[in-house]
Structure formats: C-alpha cells, structure tokens
C-alpha cells in the first residue's frame, strides 16, 4: 500500500491504434526538443515504455543498495563508513524519486513492487552478483556509478519530463558517489600488494557483468530503436559502453591494474573499442532470474516489503487500529 500515484492523462485502450494526426503533433514535438509532461496526450507505446523503463531503473537503485548496504558495519574505518552510509541512503532515494517519475505515468508503486517481487519486472543485471570484498565495494562506487552516470546523463535531456528532472538530481548525487568511488578505488590501488591483489580480483570478476551493464549488442536490442526515435534513450547501448571504456579504461590501467579480457583494445581509426566475448548467453540467465544472487536480493526486499507493511498501513489509515511488530 502506497500513495496514489498521479494519472493526469487518460492511458489510450491498448490495441487500438494511435490517432495518426495525435501521433504526428506528437513526435514532431519531440522532433522540436520538447519536454513531454504528464498531463500531455501520449502515444499508448511511448507511456508503456516509459513505464518498463522507469521502473526497471528504481528497481535498480532499490536492488543497488544491497550489495554495498551489506557492508556498513565492515568498512573500513569511520569515514569511509559515514560516506557509504550516505550513499546508500542516496541510492534508496533515487529509487523514490524514479518511482515518483514512473507514477505519474500511472502505474501504482504497489503494482511496481509486485512485479518486482514476483520476477515479472526486471532490474540490472550488476545487482545480482556477490561484494565478497571491500574492493568490491570500490569498484561498484568507481566504475558501476560512473557506467550508470554516462547513460543518466545522456537520458536525462530526453523527452519525458518526470524522467529528465528525476535524473537530473540523481546524475548531481552519482557524481559526488564517484568522487567516493575513486578514493576509495585509488587507496587501494595504491595500497599495500594485498591490497591491490583484492583490487585486482574484484576488477577481474566485475569486468564483464560492467560490459553487459549497458545492454545487448544494438542488433540484439529490442527497444533501442523505438526509444531513441521518441527520445527517451539519448543513445544506443553500444555508443554508451563506448563511451564509458572511452572514459574509464585508461583510468583504470594508468593505476597499474588490468582487465581481463585481452582483446580490449580502442581502434584509433574508429574510435572504437573493441572486446572480446562477453559472453551474452550469461547476461540474458542473469537478467531472467538465474544469476548468482537474484533469489537472495529478491528474498531480502520480501522481507524488507513484509516488515514496512505495518508502517505503510499506519499512514494510509490512521484511523485503522494495527498491530506494531518487535513491540
Ligand atoms: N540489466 O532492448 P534492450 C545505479 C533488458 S542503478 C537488466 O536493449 P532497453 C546504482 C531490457 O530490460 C541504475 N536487464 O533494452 C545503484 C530488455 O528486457 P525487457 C541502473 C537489462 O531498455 C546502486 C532486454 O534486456 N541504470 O546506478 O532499450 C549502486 C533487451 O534490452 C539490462 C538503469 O537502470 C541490464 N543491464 O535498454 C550503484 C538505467 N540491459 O524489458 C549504482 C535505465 C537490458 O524487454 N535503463 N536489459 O524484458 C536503461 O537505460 C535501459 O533499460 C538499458 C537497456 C540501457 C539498460
């Protein structure tokens, strides 16, 4: 039980065709750079869209904060302890907001967190593997926050209003988050041999769900074409994984550290980087529920959803008598 979300727009019937005239106001103003807001006319597709999108990515802040929530009582020390504790409040909050983003599209919260919970909405792919060390901590801080800043700063000049002010503030709050990152990343990098071991092996087990981070291979993509017609994606998965090896590969390797994959090399004609196979097969078990902890991310916002279930009852009737567990 939630609060209500804001439907400002009548959702058009599914399966009956989009008013071609409606339609073509419609992209033309996406064509002109438009902000579209709730209340504005909207093809059924584009909001549905939206909708699998938003959601996916609250789902995925909400799912992010487990892997480095798990470590606040062991980080290292009292500062890095304060800062991660901030960051993981943060990441909670941007999934507020995205789900706030995702209700004015008219999809209730209770209805995202069901679908979540029942395995039928998806969330990202990094989320369901295991922070066996502080280094892991570090490279989610260092390089999955710097892989999500590149595609929430490209996405947040896109169309849908909500969105784009949703991922405005959050791109403000991820920047600060990889400025931790880094520190963190660059102390152990810099550390004792132990140290930069750890980092090694963490860097050699995250590499390749931080490849699949940005989606399938543009011709394996589903949606990308549609979306960045409507401009709801600013650019393919392809050109944002580029962008990020671009960006972050040389940062890593001028610390002396090393990626697993040795055929990741830029071709300086293209621009481009190449590397070698991912292995896609895995990424598509991991995103249907078969990665190595989905079950146990899952299990534990079950039980954070069953444990909140009193205090969201008490604010939505506070006239209603119930039960406070642990009382
Ligand atoms: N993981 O047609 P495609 C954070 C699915 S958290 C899982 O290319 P699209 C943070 C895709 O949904 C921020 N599933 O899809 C938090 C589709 O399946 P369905 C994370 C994936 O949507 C805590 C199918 O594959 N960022 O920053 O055009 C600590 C075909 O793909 C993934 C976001 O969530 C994946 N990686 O493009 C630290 C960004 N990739 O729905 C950090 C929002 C693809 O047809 N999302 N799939 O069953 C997006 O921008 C887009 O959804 C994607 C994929 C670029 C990821």
Known sequence: ???????????????????????????????????????DWMPYEYRRQLIRLIE?????????????????????????KLALIAKVQDEVGHAQLLYSAAETLGKSRADMVNDLLSGKSKYSNVFNYPAKTWADVTVIGFLIDAAAIVNQVANSKGSYGPYCRALERICYEESFHLK???????????GTKRQREMLQDAIN????????????????????????????????????????????VPKVLELGLT??????RKDPQTGRWHYGDPDWAEFYRVINGDGPCNAERLSARRLAEENGRWIRQAIMNPQQKFTIPFA
């Open 180 to 190: 931790q990152g880094y520190d963190a990343f660059v102390a152990l990098a810099t």
């Open 259 to 264: 990626f697993p994959d040795p055929e990741l």
């Open 56 to 80: 996916q990515h609250a789902h995925s802040e909400i799912m992010g904060a487990l892997p480095e929530g798990a470590w606040i009582t062991r980080a290292p020390g009292f500062k890095r």
């Open 205 to 248: 087990r995250w590499y390749r769900p931080i490849i699949h981070f940005f989606g399938p291979p543009d011709n394996e993509s589903v949606h990308s074409k549609q979306l960045m017609r409507w401009k709801v994606k600013m650019a393919s998965n392809d050109e944002m994984r580029n962008q990020f090896l671009d960006a972050y």
């Open 1 to 39: 039980m939630y609060g209500g979300g804001y439907v400002f727009c009548e959702p058009d019937v599914h399966g009956q065709p989009d008013d071609p005239e409606r339609l073509a106001e419609f992209e033309a103003r996406i064509d002109r750079g438009e902000k579209i807001e709730p209340q």
